[in-house]
């Protein structure tokens, strides 16, 4: 899939269930603009389902898209054999709808609000980024947990564990930030030895998430912040500070 293009964000009050009645209308809106696209969604949640109820597999979707069997699907669109289009988007220029009554009380109008507050979480993320990718400041940290030298409690939560999450908080929000992030760790990953390769059974993917993405993300905030580690891990925990507004459409 092109690196350029890398899916959408909506309003949580607009989703709708994948089987709800207006599908046909949907789908038929979505083809006009991104063709293809809509068919491999379409195709991967239908495999997904046949997997699930032959039992050949089970976990989540997300866990599905990530596991060997479905390499064929993936293969085509990685291999060009399907052409997708959906847009990139720039996160910083989203805006909310809210309704808000007319001061004669009859009717609703929409009023837009630019979402200003996950832009300005966007940029002291970045600063965090840089400091763990162009500045390598968390590095030392990551190379000490890896070789063993350092006790890392996120290490150890992920050699007990029999069933890797197939959703990680990251804590960054921007799906472009996280991107290089896991560039840059996949490089401190080829640095492991093959004792700790076998330890961890090889798992790439959730290794990165799991371990070196929290631990490079809190290393950063105590460095930038002044925190000491509990409490900077203690900061990446609670996750970034959600709007009022969007706790609103979620609970709806």
């Keep these: 899939m092109s690196q350029e293009r890398r899916g959408i ?25 991104y063709g293809q696209s809509v068919d491999w969604c379409c195709s991967l949640v239908a495999h997904y389902r046949e997997a699930v109820g032959r039992r050949s597999f089970v976990g989540s979707l997300l866990e599905y898209f990530t596991a060997d069997i479905s390499y064929p699907i993936r293969k085509a669109i990685q291999e060009g054999e399907v052409d997708s289009n959906f847009p990139r988007v720039n996160y910083n220029d989203l805006e909310e709808s809210e309704e808000e009554p007319h001061l004669g009380g009859k009717g609703h109008y929409k009023k837009l609000l630019p979402d200003r507050r996950k832009a300005a979480r966007d940029r002291g993320n970045q600063k965090l980024l840089d400091f763990i990718v162009k500045r390598k ?13 350092k006790h890392s409690t996120w290490l150890d939560s992920f050699l007990s564990s029999t069933r890797h999450m197939g959703c990680t908080e990251t804590y960054l929000e921007d799906e472009d930030q996280l991107d290089v992030l896991v560039r840059y760790l996949q490089e401190i990953y080829k640095q492991i030895d093959q004792r700790m390769l076998t330890r961890i059974k090889k798992d790439k993917v959730n290794f990165v998430l799991e371990v070196l993405v ?36 979620f609970d709806k």
């Design 9 to 33: 964000r909506v309003p949580l009050r607009r989703l709708k269930p994948l089987d709800c009645q207006q599908k046909p209308k949907l789908m038929s809106r979505a083809k006009k603009l």
């Design 137 to 149: 400041g968390a590095e030392r940290h990551l190379l000490d947990i890896v070789d063993g030298r």
């Design 214 to 249: 929290p631990e490079a993300i809190i290393c950063s905030m105590s460095a930038l912040e002044g925190l000491d580690y509990k409490d900077a891990e203690a900061k990446y925990l609670d996750g970034p500070p959600v709007h009022y507004r969007e706790k609103e459409l």
